[in-house]
């Protein structure tokens, strides 16, 4: 069974309901900000909140934690890694993927369910996905707007490294309706929606459950191999 | 040695904390200020000044949206 490592710093608020999102489709368990081992962790997830505060710039001290050097080494190996929200700020922060993320160009909190388009499915966590499919799914940040220079963002497109963009009303002022991207390789991606605020049809959508299953299914054919 | 770190919004890049404070002025009568940008002042002290600028591009800043620079008061 994939074993799902969900990190925690001082901060972080969304790290239950990943758990949470993850105990559907395998093992979770928390590892802590101070913690250097991922001993045992299949895949990594970085959840939503305001970690250390989000002083200075959201995410941009959580990238010096022991857990995110960890990280970086688990990611270099080929470890899947899924940034959410602030997640994906903290992996822009510490050059794990492209860009960063900006304050809202409407300068308000958004808080509301949008639609996504998938776009690459080359990552763990979007391999059985099809692509051009829409997911319901909400966003709840202030700093959410996608930045990168032009040629960096033609280079994205070309190396098929945007893998959510905004379907409908682009929420946040996004260069080219970007939701989510991935790294080179594929194994590190991040997002600003919150899957993991999506998997039960109770709270509006269960949508956001296809992730995880994707990447414990990715770990199912890994161990089928091995064994 | 005290340090002064000035860090920017790149020019270019939409600063929609500028363009607030910048909408709010005419209702307080203050016309004719535009271009308002907003950025960040880092106050510091070091023993040692020589990797002011590398800690800016490592923390204080971010080099792909934000501008820096150094004022090294004597």
């Known amino acids: 069974?994939?074993?799902?490592?969900?990190?925690?710093?001082?901060g972080s608020c969304d790290e239950r309901d990943a758990l949470l999102a993850c105990e559907r489709v395998g093992d979770a368990r928390l590892v802590w900000h101070r913690d250097s081992s991922l001993d045992g962790i299949d895949v990594v997830v970085i959840p939503g909140g305001f970690s250390y505060?989000?002083?200075l710039r959201a995410g941009a001290i959580a990238r010096f934690s022991p857990a995110?050097?960890?990280?970086?080494d688990f990611a270099a190996a080929g470890g899947p890694?899924?940034?959410?929200?602030?997640g994906f700020q903290v992996l822009c922060?510490?050059?794990?993927?492209?860009g960063a993320l900006l304050p809202n160009a409407g300068l308000r909190f958004v808080c509301r369910q949008v639609e996504l388009?998938?776009?690459g499915t080359r990552t763990p966590f979007t391999s059985s996905l099809d692509e051009g499919s829409r997911l319901s799914i909400p966003v709840k940040h202030m700093s959410g707007r996608y930045f990168a220079p032009p040629k960096t963002l033609d280079e994205l497109e070309a190396n098929d490294q945007v893998v959510f963009r905004y379907a409908g009303a682009n929420p946040n002022g996004s260069e080219r309706?970007?939701?989510?991207v991935c790294n080179a390789e594929g194994n590190v991606c991040g997002l600003m929606p919150h899957p993991e605020h999506a998997v039960d049809a109770l709270t509006g959508s269960a949508d956001g459950l296809q992730l995880f299953e994707a990447v414990a299914r990715t770990g199912e054919l890994r161990y089928s191999v091995a064994s | 040695m005290k340090a002064r770190v000035l860090i920017r919004p790149k020019e270019g890049l939409l600063d929609p904390q500028g363009k607030a404070v910048e909408r709010a002025l005419p209702a307080l009568g203050f016309d004719g200020i535009s271009h308002v940008r907003v950025g960040r002042l880092v106050e510091l002290e070091a023993e040692d000044g020589a990797r002011l600028e590398e800690l800016c591009e490592k923390l204080l800043a971010n080099?792909?949206?934000?501008?820096?620079?150094v004022l090294r008061d004597q």
Not at chain 1, 68 to 72: H, K
Request: glycine fraction near 12%; aromatic fraction near 10%.
């Open chain 1, 1 to 10: 069974m994939t074993t799902f490592g969900v990190l925690q710093f001082p």
């Open chain 1, 53 to 55: 505060g989000d002083y």
């Open chain 1, 68 to 72: 995110m050097e960890a990280v970086a």
């Open chain 1, 81 to 86: 890694v899924l940034g959410i929200c602030n």
């Open chain 1, 93 to 98: 922060e510490a050059g794990m993927l492209p």
């Open chain 1, 117 to 119: 388009e998938v776009v």
């Open chain 1, 177 to 180: 309706d970007i939701a989510g």
């Open chain 2, 63 to 69: 080099p792909l949206i934000e501008d820096f620079e």
